[in-house]
């Protein structure tokens, strides 16, 4: 048994009151409120496996697996739902994933560029040359309608707006591949994670996985501009940050949105107290730094309804 599985497997243990107690200074222990048995057994109980992949120098080791994955645990547990993290040294090791079974891969830097950007890429130049096939497919048919005999205005108008559709799908393919490169300096600085719903999996890709001095001189620049070089931000703060990420991505694949494209959700669930689904940085004085709103918890709930 390697060290991070034996880590792993204390982590039923730690989600009682000792970890968890122990995250954050600021929950006395008279306030904070352990899993409790008869909670768990008075709501539906679902069970979500998690296999997961952590780099063995990356971020989430460096800050605490039983503390950030307990956290997650913690904070499903609370909506009705027993994540239960699994975790594999390899990627090759891990399980197929099947429905309620998700696998979660945290990617160094070097591996984002092949493993997220150069597949949108390839996507992105396949929709792009359908598009503008499809365009022109339809523009000689115009071309032949409107010389031909059985001429007809609705037909005209349809072949119109087709040409129209592909030609935006054309431009802005085009002019999502352009950014793809700009992209890749925000994946690295800003993306913390990437839920890949087809496949069932999660990527991890906390920037703070690597050392300053793994980075180009350029993103290091703009990383110390960040701030990130004296660091002062409590360690609380990096180990909800993680839960954050861990949490976001799941909820992604359990069919939860981002709250900026619902016009129902807040960013904040409770005054400065960030909603789990925005992009708003977590609040290290609160139990878990996030939370979910009841209605984002009944779709959670949802999920697992469709698949009984
Ligand atoms: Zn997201």
Redesign the pocket.
């Known amino acids: 048994m390697n060290k991070l599985t034996s880590t792993v497997l204390a982590l039923a243990a730690a989600v009682g009151t000792a970890a968890a107690g122990s995250i954050d200074g600021k929950i006395a222990d008279s306030e904070f409120q352990p899993l409790l048995v008869d909670q768990v057994e008075a709501a539906p109980l679902y069970t979500l496996q998690c296999n997961v992949v952590l780099k063995p120098d990356g971020f989430y080791v460096r800050h605490g697996v039983d503390q950030i994955f307990g956290l997650v645990k913690e904070f499903y547990g609370d909506i009705g739902v027993d994540v239960d993290f699994r975790f594999y040294l390899n990627e090759n090791d891990l399980p197929i994933a099947l429905p309620a079974s998700f696998n979660i891969v945290e990617l160094g830097i070097d591996e984002i560029a092949d493993r997220i950007i150069k597949p949108e890429r390839e996507k992105l130049q396949f929709i792009l040359e359908n598009a503008s096939a499809q365009a022109l497919d339809y523009k000689e048919k115009l071309d032949e309608l409107r010389k031909g005999e059985g001429y007809s205005k609705v037909t005209e108008d349809f072949y119109l707006e087709v040409v129209a559709t592909y030609e935006d799908l054309a431009v802005m393919s085009k002019s999502k591949l352009d950014a793809l490169d700009s992209e890749l300096d925000s994946y690295y600085l800003f993306r913390l994670?990437e839920?890949h719903l087809g496949d069932n999996s999660v990527f991890l890709l906390n920037p703070l996985s690597v050392s300053l001095s793994e980075l180009t001189d350029k993103l290091s620049e703009m990383l110390s501009n960040l701030g990130y070089e004296n660091d002062s931000r409590p360690e609380s703060y990096y180990v909800k940050s993680g839960a954050d990420t861990v949490a976001?991505?799941i909820a992604?694949l359990l069919g939860l949105g981002?709250t900026f494209d619902d016009p129902n959700i807040d960013d904040y669930v409770s005054e400065g107290l960030p909603n789990l689904?925005s992009y708003r940085s977590v609040d290290p004085a609160a139990k878990y730094g996030f939370d979910i709103t009841d209605r984002q918890k009944r779709q959670i709930v949802d999920y697992f309804k469709r698949l009984d």
């Open positions: 994670g839920a976001h991505e992604h981002h689904m």
